[in-house]
């Protein structure tokens, strides 16, 4: 048994279910992914802390309770293609490829884009593919999309990922100052696109062409 199992069902139930996240098939991927296997080697401790991880090139993988809030909003069908912006670890990446139909996620250190790679094939996972870019232009190659999530904050909301939904689409993305932000959702319906929702939050950067400079 995996020893980690004990510790995946708890931050479950006490950082996510408890704080009002419901979806039971988000849940469900978070019980079964080893997140452990998504930090360095020296964080596996606190792989399963209800905290940020850092995982190199001054990045980290975000809190379990933001992963599971920001995944509950955008609302994966099975049939979906999602694109994940900010691979770092690959954790998020691998909750969307439990849920979604058809992965890509977009990076813009290759290091971690490699890092995250091998652990997602290590894993089996054959509906995600990681590419190094900037995510801040979308990844134009597959689009359009489903679902667009973004792992880090943008003074605004890049106007290539609202271009790369389908209609009926939906972004989950945080905006705003450099050190705090709101989780917005945005939905495309024709050449409209409608905003909701006000959560606040603090992320990284978001570094490229339309978000801030690097
Ligand atoms: N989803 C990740 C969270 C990583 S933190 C996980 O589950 O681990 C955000 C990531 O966004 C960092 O790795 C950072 O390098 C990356 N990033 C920042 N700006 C980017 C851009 N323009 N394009 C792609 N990735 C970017």
């Known amino acids: 048994m995996d020893p980690y199992q004990t510790e995946r069902e708890r931050m479950v139930e006490y950082q996510i279910a408890s704080k009002g996240v419901q979806d039971e098939k988000v849940l469900a991927a978070m019980r079964v992914i080893p997140r452990h296997c998504f930090v360095p080697e020296d964080a596996r ?28 909003l955008l609302g994966v069908q099975p049939e979906h293609r999602v694109l994940d912006v900010g691979t770092g670890s690959g954790y998020q990446a691998a909750i969307l490829g439990e849920l979604a139909a058809e992965v890509h996620s977009i990076e813009r250190h290759p290091e971690l884009a490699e890092s995250a790679r091998g652990v997602l094939e290590e894993l089996g996972y054959d ?69 909701s929702s006000n959560i606040p939050v603090v992320f990284v950067p978001l570094i490229g062409k339309q978000g801030w400079e690097g």
Not at 47 to 70: C, E, F
Not at 162 to 190: A, C, Y
């Open 45 to 72: 401790p606190y792989a399963y802390a209800d905290s940020p991880v850092r995982i190199g090139k001054g990045q980290t993988i975000s809190q379990p309770y933001i992963v599971a809030l920001m995944t509950e």
């Open 127 to 195: 509906n995600i593919e990681v590419h190094v870019g900037d995510g801040t232009e979308g990844y134009a190659p597959a689009a359009p999309y489903d679902r667009i999530i973004v792992a880090a904050a943008a003074p605004s909301v890049p106007q290539a990922l609202l271009d790369q939904l389908v209609d009926g689409g939906r972004l989950v993305i945080p905006v705003g100052p450099r050190f705090s932000q709101r989780l917005e959702v945005w939905e495309r319906k024709g050449e409209q696109f409608k905003q």
